[in-house]
C-alpha cells in the first residue's frame, strides 16, 4: 500500500494491524496530493465529509474532541512519500490548540507547563510549514527561534526544558505577534481552518525545493506525491515520565547487530534530531523507563522479523506508556548494507537472492574506498594534530578544505577543490552542499541526527556532534583545541573513528583490499570483508554475465583479478606509450618522414611493447586478455609546449622549426571524429604490424616459461566499414603466422572489433564475417549516436537533465532506446552471420548496474569496466539474472 498510503501511512497502518500501540489516525492517500497538484491546489469533492467522518473516528477512539475547550484532541498531520525522504517535507504537530483549548488541556492534564509548551511549538511550526515564515535572507535563524533563544538568554535557561509555564505563556504571545507582523493576519484560532491549512502545506512541501533537490538526487519521479497522515497526537513532553527517541534495530553506520538508538525524556518530535539537545544513547531507557523499554524490546524484534529487514523507529513515550509513531526500513551506509544483508541470511530470516536483491551494486564502492592509515593517526596524535573526536556516523576518510556553508560546498568542489562542510548542526536545505563535499562535519547532534542519517544515505564521511567544535558561522571561524581554523584550511575526518585531523592524512586501501591482496596480516577478520566475501561468492554463483576489466598494467591486472575480474575486456595500448623512455620512442615513429624511419623507431618500440604485453600475460595467466590496437589521433602524444618542443627537437637531431611545422601539421579540427582508430592503421600498417607481433611474441614467451596458455584477443577500434576490418585483420594475421612460424609455436587467439559507431553496428552481419569477437565501445558509440562530443556536453547535459530531456546521463548510464537500439542490431545481425560470434562491452557503462542488467538482457557475454568497479559488476550481474524470469533457477 506503499504507493498509495506513502511509506509512513502504510507502515503505520501495518503496525496497528499487528496490534502495536499506535496512536488512532487516518491517512490521505497520494492520489489526493496528485489531483491538488493537477488542480491548482483545490481538493476533490466529498474529501472534506470524508475527512470529517475520519476525524469522528479518532475522537471516539481517544475519547476527546477535536477543538473542544474542555477535552480537546491534538493531532499531528505529516508528509510521507511512497519512499522515505528524511526530513524534505513538511509535519505540524500539535494541531487543534488554540487560546481556549490549551486551557483545557492544561486542566485536563494537569499539567500547565506542558499544554504551554505543545502551544508554542505548534505557533513555531504552523507558522514555519504553513504560513512559511523563515530566516530572511541573512539572518541565521527563524524569528522563532530567536525569540526562543532571547528568552532562555534572559532567564539564564540552558535548555528549552528549563522555562516554566509563565516563560512559555509570554513565548506564545511573542510568537503570535511575529505571525501578525509577518503575514498581517492573526493568527488562525479555529482548529478545522488550522487542519485544512495544514493539509495543503503538506501536500505543497512535495514541491518545495529542497524535496525537489533531493527526488533530482535519488531519481524519484516527480509524480509520485505525498501522502498526509493525519496521527493523534501523544505526548513526550508532560515531563520526567515522558519521552521520545528513534532507534535502529542494528547500527546503521557498521551493520553490527545490537539495539541502537537515542531518546530524550520531557520532550517532543523533532528534538532528537534536530540537534538542539544532545539525546541520550537508547541502552539508558533500561533505567529511565523499564517498563517502556522491555516493549520496546519486544517491539523491535517483531518488526524486524515481520519486515525481515533493519528498522528505523520512532517512538514516544508519555507518561511511561509506549506508542510506536513510525517504522520504515532503516537507510545504512554501504558496509551496513552488506553486514546486514548476509547475516540475515545466516540467520536464517532471508535467502540468499533476497540479500544480493537488497544491496545497491553500488554503494559497494565504499567497502574499496581507502581509509586512514593507522600509523599516520597516531603520528597525528602524538604531533597534537587530532583536535577532537565527535561521532563516528559515517565511516571512511576523508581530506578537504573547510566550507562553512552548503553554498561555498558546491561553488569550491565546481571549482575542483575538496571540500569538507562544517556546520553547527545540518538541516534539509543542506542537501546539495552535503552532496557536494568529501565529508560533513557538524558540532551538534546525535547518531541519529540530519547530518549523520543523510551522509549515510549518501555514502559520505561524516563525523557529527563534535562538541568541542566553536563554529561562529558569521565570522566563518571554527575554534577547537585551542587553535581557529578558516574558511580554505584543510582537515581530515575519520568517519570510522569520529577523529577530526588537522591538515592532510595519508591513506591506504580499506580492510576489504588489503585482505583481497593478502596483506592483511594479524589481528581478527574485519567483520564487513568476511560479509563482502560471502555476497561476492554467492554473485558469482548466480550471474550468468563474466565480468572482465579495462587494465593496461600488471599492477591493475592484479588489483582487477583480487576484484573478481576474470579477463581484460579492454587494455590500451596507448596507455603503454606514455611511460618512461616509451615516449620518445613513440614521438619518433609519429613524427618519421617516411615508412623507413617509422619502421626504425616501431623497432625501439617492439622490444618495449612486448615487454609490457609479457608483463600483463604473466598476471593473466590463461584468461582472455582483449589488446586494442592504437586508438586515439596521434597529435595527443607530442608535446605542445615551447621547451618540450626544443627539448624533442634536440634529442631528434632537427631544428625546431621543422618540429613545429611537423606538429602543427599533424593538427586536426575534430580529432575525435578525425584521423584515430583504425584510420591509423590504414595509414600506418606497419604500427599494426609491429603491435600485433609484440603481442604475439610475448604471448609465445609467456607461455614457454610458464606453461600458461595466454588467450589474446585482438581488437580493432573505430571500425566503420567491414573492409577496414578485413584490412587490418589481413596484417594482424600475417604477423601472427610468422612469429608462430619464428617461434615453432602456435597460440590460439581471437580476433575481433570494437562496435562504437552506429555504421559499423547497422552493418554487422558483414563486419561479423571477418569479426570473432565484437565488444560494444559504448563510449564512443553513445558520442556518436548522438552526435555529443563527451568533452564539451558538461556545458548542457546538466540542463538537459534538469528539463528532463535526458532522464539519466547517457555516458553514465546506457541510453536503451537508441544507443541500445544499435546494439541490438548489431546482435542480431552479427549472430545471424557468424553463431560464434562472440560479445562484450568495454565502455565504462561496463561498470554501471542499470547498464549491466541491459547488456544481460541483450545476452552479452561478458561486461569490462575499470577494476574497482569490477565488485559492482558481479553483484549487478547476479541481480540481471535473478530479476530475468526466465532464468528463474
Ligand atoms: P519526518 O518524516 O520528518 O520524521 P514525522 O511526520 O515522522 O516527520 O514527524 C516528525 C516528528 O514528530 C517525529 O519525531 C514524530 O515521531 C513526531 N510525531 C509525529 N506525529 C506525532 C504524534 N501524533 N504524536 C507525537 N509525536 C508525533
Ligand atoms: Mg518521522
Ligand atoms: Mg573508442
Known amino acids: 500500500m506503499k504507493d498509495l498510503l506513502g511509506g509512513k501511512g502504510a507502515n503505520l497502518a501495518e503496525m496497528c494491524k499487528l496490534g502495536l500501540p499506535v496512536p ?4 490521505l492517500s497520494t492520489e489526493v496530493c496528485n489531483w491538488v497538484r493537477d488542480h491548482g491546489g483545490r481538493y476533490p469533492r466529498g474529501l472534506r465529509t470524508e475527512v470529517k467522518k475520519a476525524l469522528e473516528r479518532v475522537e471516539g477512539d481517544m475519547g476527546r474532541r477535536f477543538g473542544n475547550a474542555r477535552n480537546p484532541l491534538l493531532v499531528s498531520v505529516r508528509s510521507g512519500a511512497r ?21 483545557g488541556l492544561a486542566k485536563r492534564s494537569g499539567n500547565g507547563r506542558f499544554a504551554w509548551d505543545a502551544y508554542r511549538r505548534f505557533v513555531q511550526m504552523y507558522g514555519d510549514v504553513v504560513l512559511g515564515i523563515k530566516a530572511r535572507k541573512g539572518e541565521h535563524s527563524s524569528p522563532f527561534a530567536r525569540a526562543l533563544d532571547d528568552l532562555k538568554r534572559k532567564r539564564a535557561a540552558t535548555e528549552d526544558t528549563d522555562l516554566d509555564e509563565k516563560d512559555l505563556r509570554q513565548l506564545v504571545k511573542t510568537f503570535k505577534g511575529i505571525v501578525l507582523r509577518r503575514t498581517g493576519t492573526p493568527f488562525p484560532e479555529n482548529p478545522n ?11 505543497g512541501s512535495w514541491d518545495n525545493e529542497r524535496a525537489i533537490a533531493y527526488r533530482r538526487m535519488e531519481s524519484i519521479p516527480d509524480d509520485w506525491g505525498t501522502a498526509v497522515s493525519v496521527v493523534a497526537m501523544v505526548y513526550g513532553n508532560m515531563g520526567a515520565t515522558s519521552g521520545t527517541g528513534v532507534a535502529f534495530t542494528r547500527d546503521p553506520a557498521t551493520g553490527e547487530r545490537r539495539f541502537y538508538g537515542e531518546y530524550l525524556m520531557n520532550a517532543q518530535g523533532e528534538d532528537v534530531v534536530a540537534g538542539i539537545r544532545t539525546p541520550q544513547p537508547i541502552a539508558k531507557l533500561a533505567r529511565s523507563s523499564p517498563q517502556a523499554w522491555r516493549e520496546l524490546q519486544a517491539v523491535q524484534s517483531m518488526l524486524e522479523r515481520h519486515y525481515r529487514d533493519m528498522q528505523d523507529l520512532e517512538f514516544t513515550i508519555e507518561d511511561g506508556r509506549l506508542f510506536m509513531l513510525q517504522c520504515r526500513a532503516g537507510k545504512r551506509t554501504g558496509f551496513a548494507a552488506v553486514r546486514i544483508a548476509v547475516e540475515m541470511v545466516k540467520e536464517r530470516l532471508i535467502t540468499r537472492e533476497e540479500a544480493l536483491l537488497r544491496i545497491d551494486p553500488a554503494s559497494l564502492d565504499q567497502l574499496l574506498q581507502p581509509v586512514f592509515d593507522p600509523a599516520a593517526i597516531q603520528k597525528a596524535r602524538s604531533a597534537g594534530r587530532v583536535l577532537t573526536r565527535g561521532l563516528n556516523a559515517g565511516p571512511g576518510a576523508a581530506t578537504g578544505m573547510i566550507a562553512f556553508t552548503p553554498e561555498r560546498a558546491v561553488a569550491q568542489t565546481a571549482a575542483g577543490k575538496a571540500v569538507i562542510l562544517v556546520r553547527i548542526e545540518t538541516s534539509p536545505e543542506d542537501i546539495s552542499g552535503m552532496q557536494a563535499s568529501m565529508g560533513i562535519l557538524t558540532a551538534r547532534g546525535g547518531m541519529t541526527s540530519h547530518a549523520a542519517l543523510v551522509a549515510r544515505q549518501m555514502g559520505k564521511v561524516c563525523v557529527a556532534g563534535a562538541g568541542e567544535l566553536e563554529i561562529d558561522h558569521e565570522r566563518r571561524r571554527m575554534t577547537v583545541a585551542g587553535r581557529t581554523y578558516k574558511e580554505g584550511d584543510w582537515i581530515s575526518l575519520d568517519g570510522t573513528s569520529g577523529d577530526v585531523i588537522e ?3 595519508p591513506t591506504r586501501p580499506s580492510p576489504v583490499i588489503r585482505e583481497l591482496l593478502g596483506r592483511r596480516g594479524k589481528g581478527r577478520a574485519d567483520p564487513v570483508a568476511d560479509a563482502y566475501h560471502s555476497l561476492m561468492r554467492w554473485s558469482d554463483s548466480f550471474r550468468r554475465l563474466k565480468v572482465r576489466t579495462n587494465a593496461d598494467q600488471p599492477d591493475q591486472c592484479r588489483t582487477a583479478l583480487a576484484l573478481g575480474a576474470e579477463g581484460i575486456g579492454l587494455c590500451r595500448t596507448e596507455h ?4 618512461g623512455s616509451k615516449i620518445d620512442a613513440v614521438r619518433e615513429m609519429i613524427l618519421a618522414e617516411d615508412t623507413a624511419g617509422r619502421e626504425a623507431a616501431l623497432r625501439k618500440l617492439l622490444p618495449l611493447q612486448r615487454k609490457d604485453f ?9 584468461r582472455p586478455v582483449t589488446v586494442r590496437t592504437l586508438d586515439p589521433p596521434l597529435h595527443e602524444f607530442l608535446p605542445q609546449a615551447e621547451k618540450d618542443v626544443r627539448a624533442l627537437a634536440r634529442s631528434m637531431g632537427i631544428p625546431t622549426a621543422r618540429l613545429r ?3 602543427s601539421a599533424l593538427h586536426e579540427l575534430n580529432p575525435m571524429l578525425g584521423h584515430r582508430g583504425c584510420r591509423l592503421g590504414m595509414s600506418f600498417p606497419e604500427i599494426t604490424r609491429t603491435q600485433a607481433r609484440a603481442l604475439f611474441e610475448a604471448a609465445c614467451t609467456v607461455a614457454r616459461k610458464t606453461g600458461k596458455k595466454p588467450r589474446p584477443e585482438i581488437m580493432i577500434p573505430l571500425v566503420a566499414t567491414a573492409k577496414e576490418l ?3 585483420a589481413a596484417e594482424v594475421r600475417s604477423s601472427a603466422d610468422e612469429v608462430f612460424r619464428r617461434r615453432g609455436m602456435k597460440i590460439p587467439y581471437l580476433l575481433g572489433t570494437m562496435i562504437e559507431l552506429p555504421r559499423a553496428a547497422l552493418t554487422a552481419a558483414e563486419i561479423a564475417r571477418t569479426a570473432e569477437f565484437f565488444s560494444f565501445g559504448t563510449n564512443d558509440l553513445t558520442q556518436t549516436a548522438y552526435g555529443i562530443s563527451r568533452d564539451d556536453a558538461g556545458r548542457f547535459i546538466p540542463l538537459y537533465l534538469d528539463k528532463g530531456i535526458f532522464p539519466r546521463d547517457p555516458f553514465a548510464g546506457l541510453d536503451e532506446e537508441g544507443v541500445g537500439r544499435l546494439m541490438e542490431i548489431a546482435c542480431a545481425e552479427g549472430r545471424a552471420s557468424n553463431p560464434a560470434l562472440k560479445i562484450g562491452i568495454c565502455g565504462e557503462h561496463g561498470g554501471d548496474p542499470a547498464s549491466v542488467d541491459y547488456c544481460h538482457r541483450l545476452g552479452l557475454a561478458y561486461v569490462s569496466c575499470s577494476p574497482y568497479r569490477v565488485p559492482i559488476a558481479r553483484l549487478a550481474a547476479a541481480q540481471a539474472a535473478l530479476r530475468s524470469p526466465m532464468e528463474k533457477n
Open 83 to 103: 519512499v522515505s525522504m528524511p526530513g524534505m517535507m513538511d509535519t505540524v504537530l500539535n494541531l487543534g490548540l488554540n487560546d481556549r483549548t490549551v486551557e
Open 614 to 622: 609479457e608483463g600483463i600475460f604473466r598476471v593473466m595467466g590463461s
Open 726 to 728: 578485413e584490412l587490418q
Open 193 to 203: 481552518d488550522q487542519l485544512w491549512g495544514a493539509i495543503g502545506a503538506v501536500f
Open 661 to 663: 611545422r611537423k606538429i
Open 24 to 27: 488512532p489516525g487516518f491517512t
Open 503 to 505: 591538515g592532510k592524512v
Open 576 to 579: 603503454m606509450f606514455f611511460e
